[in-house]
C-alpha cells in the first residue's frame, strides 16, 4: 500500500510548486518509486485552465500523474452538498492511479488558501482523511519574527485538528530570508529581485530552527531564498511584454539577473554590462546599442537588450553590429516609453514556467537538498521491494560519493570554456578540488566572459612553469624507449602528458581530458606512463545509461575493437565491479545475435566462450550468455528465449562483443531515446583518467569527474584494504 504526504500550504505564495518538485526529486534520489496528485486544479488564472504543479512535474519528470479536477467542478460539488461524492471521486481517483503506477509514496499538494477559495483548508483536511495522508505543512516566514511564525504555524495547526493530531508530521519553511514588501508578502521587482550583488542573505528568521526545538511540529524541511533560482529566460520576459524580436539569438537560453535602463551617459554604464544584465533603452539611442553590441563581441553574454518606443535601430547600425549580433545577443523591442516599460517589468510573474526546463531541474535540486534526508530515508524504510536506481538517484549518489572521495582532479584542458565551468560547479558544490593546467590570464578571461566566479576553490597551475619539474621524472619512466631529456621537454609541451605525469606523482587524485583532445590522445600517455592496475589485463570502458527509470550499465563501447573471448570475459568482470561501485546490482548479459544454444558462428562461440570464462573466474557474479538484446532487457521476450536464466529480462550490465556493436548500440539508444549518458569510464587503469567526448556538455565534465573522484577513493580503499 502506497504511503501519502500531502503537501498543505499555509497561506499563498508559499512556493507550493517548487517544494513538490523538491519533494519529489528528493524521494526519486532515495530510490523510491514516487508519483504526484493535485486532487482538485488551481489554475492561476481563469483564461489558462491547467493546474501548474500537475503541468510543471508532467512536464519536467518520466511521472504521469493523473488528470486533477476541476476546479470549477470542486466548487459546483461543495455548493451542491455533495463533498462527500467529490472526496469519493478523488479517492477512486488515487487508488487507481496507484494500482497503474506502482508507486510507494505519493506526494498529494493541497489547495492554497485565497480569497477566491476559502474552503482550501476544509477541503486539504478532507482529503488528508480520506487518502489517511500523513500532512506537512508548507509556510514561509515573510516579515515574521520566529515567534509570529510559531504562532501562525500553531494557528493553522488548529484548522487541522492540533498539534495533538498525528497525521501532522511537520512542516517545510520556504523562501527563508526573502526580500519582502511592507505586507510580508516577496518583492515582486525584478531591478531588487535580480540584483547579483544581493544573494537573498538569510534573515533572522532561520532562528525558527531553534524557537521551533520547544514545539511538537517539526522542521522537515528549511529553504533559503536563492536569487539565481527566480531567474527567468529572455524568452519569458519578452512573452510578457509582448515584445517583438527583432534578433532571436539565444533567447531561449540566457538568462536575466539583473536589469539596468540605460538613461546615462556610456562610461556610467559600462560597468552594468555584465553576464545575464537586461539592458533596457530607448531604440532611438544608437550609441547604447553600439557599445553593448561591442560587449557582446569581447565575449559578455549580456542577457538581453530591450528597446523602448517602438524605434526600430537603423539599418546601417544593424550592420555594423553583425558580428556581435552573431554571438547569439537577443535584441527585442517594446512600443511603450521607458518608464511604462519599467512599471510592466515590476509586474513580471517569477514563477516557473512549464516549459523552462533547466530551472525546474535547479529548483528540484535546490529544494531537494535542503529537505531533511533522515524523514525521507524514513518514508521509503518500509519498502520490501528490489529497488531500481533511478537517474536521479544515481547522479545524486554520484555526486554525494565524489563529496566524500574530496579529491584532486587534473584537468589539462584549462583554458577551455565548459571546462573552466565544470571546475566551477565542481568546487563549488564540493564534488572534487579541480586543478585546471593553462595561463592564469587566459583562464581568468574566459571565467569572466562566461559570468563564472573562480575562487581559491579552483587551482590554476600554469604549465610554462612547472613542466621542468617532470622531464627527469619521465625519463627515467621511458628510457627504455630511448626518450631522452629533449624529447621529454617536448612530449611535456602536451598538457595530457603534463597532467599524467602529475598523476603519477601522486599530487592530484585522477585526470579528466577529452573536450578538446580526441580519446586516442587522452588515453595515450595514461597507458605509457601510468599503465593497467595490478590483475588487468586491458583497458575498458562502460557508459552509465539514465534510463527513465533505471541505470543501465553498457561496456565496452569506446576502447577495444575486437576483444579475444579472453578480454570479453575481463571486461565484463571489469564492468560487473564497476556497477557494484556504484549501487547498482550487476546481473551480466552478455549480447550476441543469439540467444542460448540457437545460434552457431564465430561471433556467438566467442561470446559462449567468454562467458563459460568469466563464470569460472567469477562464480560470486550472477552472468549468462549469449543473450539477444531484446532477450536480457525484456521479461516478456525472455519469457520464451530464455526461461531459466538468472539474468535474462532484468539484465543491468550489457556486454557487447565488439567496439563497433557497443558504440552503435550507446549511441543509437542515446540519441532516439533522448536520454543522458555518462561515460565513457576507463576501466583496468592503475590510477583513474576518463575521457570526455569532444561535444561534452558541462554536465557531462562534472559528472565525469565526479566519477573520477569516486574510482581515486575506491583505488585507494582497495589499497589500504
Not at 508548507?138 to 504562532?151: A, F, H, R, V
Not at 553593448?292 to 546601417?316: D, R
Not at 560487473?576 to 540467444?595: D, K, L, N
Request: proline share 6%; glycine share 6%; with cysteine.
Amino acid at each position: 500500500m502506497a504511503r501519502t504526504i500531502m503537501l498543505i500550504p499555509v497561506s499563498s505564495g508559499v512556493g507550493a510548486t517548487s517544494v513538490s518538485l523538491g519533494m519529489v526529486r528528493a524521494m526519486e534520489r532515495n530510490g523510491v518509486n514516487i508519483s504526484f496528485f493535485k486532487p482538485v486544479s488551481q489554475p492561476r488564472s481563469r483564461r489558462k485552465g491547467q493546474d501548474h504543479s500537475t503541468a510543471v512535474i508532467a512536464n519536467a519528470s518520466n511521472l504521469t500523474p493523473p488528470e486533477p479536477f476541476a476546479l470549477s467542478y470542486a466548487e459546483s460539488m461543495i455548493s451542491a452538498g455533495n463533498l462527500d461524492v467529490l472526496l469519493e471521486e478523488i479517492v477512486a481517483r488515487y487508488e487507481k492511479h496507484v494500482k497503474d503506477s506502482g508507486a510507494e509514496v505519493v506526494v498529494v499538494e493541497g489547495l492554497i488558501p485565497t480569497d477566491k477559495q476559502p474552503f482550501a483548508n476544509r477541503i486539504n483536511y478532507d482529503v488528508a482523511k480520506a487518502l489517511d495522508a500523513d500532512m506537512v505543512f508548507i509556510t514561509q516566514p515573510g516579515s515574521d519574527s520566529s515567534q509570529q511564525l510559531k504562532e501562525r504555524l500553531e494557528l493553522a495547526c488548529a484548522n487541522f485538528g492540533g498539534v495533538v493530531n498525528k497525521r501532522i508530521v511537520g512542516c517545510i519553511i520556504n523562501k527563508v530570508g526573502a526580500p519582502v514588501d511592507e505586507q510580508g508578502n516577496t518583492r515582486p521587482d525584478l531591478t531588487e529581485m535580480f540584483n547579483p550583488h544581493t544573494k537573498g542573505e538569510v534573515s533572522p528568521n532561520l532562528e525558527v530552527l531553534q524557537v521551533f526545538g520547544k514545539t511538537p511540529l517539526r522542521i522537515l524541511g528549511c529553504i533559503p531564498w536563492n536569487t539565481p533560482l527566480v531567474a527567468p529566460r529572455a524568452v519569458d520576459l519578452a512573452r510578457h511584454l509582448n515584445a517583438v524580436v527583432i534578433h532571436e539569438g539565444e533567447l531561449n537560453s540566457r538568462r536575466l539577473q539583473s536589469v539596468t535602463f540605460c538613461a546615462r551617459a556610456i562610461h556610467n554604464m559600462v560597468e552594468h554590462f555584465r553576464p545575464g544584465s537586461l539592458l533596457v533603452a530607448s531604440g532611438d539611442r544608437s550609441d547604447v546599442i553600439v557599445s553593448v553590441c561591442l560587449a557582446a563581441m569581447n565575449g559578455v553574454k549580456i542577457g538581453a537588450l530591450l528597446l523602448t518606443g517602438s524605434y526600430h535601430p537603423e539599418p546601417q547600425i544593424m550592420a555594423l553590429c553583425q558580428r556581435a549580433i552573431e554571438t547569439g545577443l537577443p535584441i527585442l523591442m517594446v512600443n511603450t516609453n521607458t518608464w511604462q516599460t519599467a512599471v510592466s517589468l515590476q509586474h513580471f510573474n517569477l514563477e516557473i514556467p512549464v516549459d523552462d526546463l533547466g530551472r525546474i531541474e535547479l529548483v528540484q535540486d535546490y529544494v531537494a537538498g535542503h529537505i531533511d534526508k533522515h524523514w525521507i530515508e524514513s518514508l521509503s524504510a518500509k519498502s520490501a521491494r528490489s529497488r531500481r536506481l533511478s537517474p536521479p538517484a544515481f547522479r545524486y549518489q554520484l555526486t554525494e560519493l565524489a563529496r566524500r572521495a574530496a579529491k584532486r582532479i587534473v584537468l589539462p584542458e584549462g583554458e577551455e570554456p565548459r571546462t573552466i565551468k565544470a571546475a566551477a560547479i565542481c568546487a563549488e558544490r564540493g564534488i572534487a578540488r579541480p586543478v585546471l593546467l593553462g595561463n592564469h590570464d587566459a583562464i581568468m578571461r574566459v571565467a569572466a566572459q562566461q559570468g563564472v566566479v573562480l575562487d581559491e576553490k579552483v587551482e590554476i597551475v600554469d604549465p610554462v612553469q612547472v613542466r621542468g619539474n617532470y622531464v627527469e621524472r619521465l625519463v627515467e619512466l621511458r628510457k627504455s624507449k630511448g626518450i631522452t631529456e629533449v624529447v621529454a621537454q617536448e612530449q611535456l609541451e602536451d598538457n595530457v602528458v603534463l597532467g599524467t605525469m602529475m598523476l603519477e606523482r601522486n599530487e592530484v587524485d585522477g585526470l579528466v581530458s577529452g573536450a578538446i583532445h580526441t580519446t586516442a590522445n587522452t588515453i595515450r600517455p595514461p597507458l605509457q606512463i601510468i599503465k593497467t592496475a595490478p590483475g588487468s589485463s586491458l583497458v575498458s570502458s562502460v557508459f552509465f545509461m539514465l534510463l527513465p527509470d533505471q541505470v543501465l550499465v553498457y561496456g565496452d563501447c569506446a576502447i577495444n575493437p575486437d576483444p579475444t573471448a579472453e578480454q570479453l570475459a575481463e571486461i565484463a568482470i571489469q564492468s560487473a565491479e564497476s556497477a557494484q561501485a556504484f549501487g547498482i546490482e550487476p546481473r551480466v548479459a552478455m549480447i550476441s545475435y543469439s540467444t542460448g544454444t540457437s545460434g552457431t558462428g564465430a561471433d556467438v562461440d566467442k561470446v559462449r566462450e567468454a562467458t563459460r570464462i568469466a563464470k569460472e573466474k567469477r562464480p560470486d557474479l550472477v552472468i549468462d550468455g549469449p543473450l539477444q538484446y531484446d532477450a536480457a532487457i525484456m521479461e516478456n521476450v525472455a519469457k520464451s528465449k530464455a526461461p531459466n536464466s538468472p539474468v535474462a529480462g532484468k539484465a543491468t550490465v550489457f556486454i557487447f562483443p565488439d567496439l563497433n556493436t557497443g558504440n552503435t548500440t550507446y549511441k543509437a539508444v542515446q540519441r532516439s531515446a533522448e536520454l543522458v549518458s555518462i561515460g565513457p569510464m576507463l576501466q583496468g587503469m592503475r590510477k583513474p583518467v576518463n575521457d570526455l567526448s569532444r561535444g561534452a556538455l558541462v554536465d557531462d565534465i562534472v559528472y565525469t569527474i565526479a566519477l573520477t573522484a569516486i574510482q581515486a577513493a575506491q583505488q585507494a580503499a582497495k589499497a589500504h584494504g
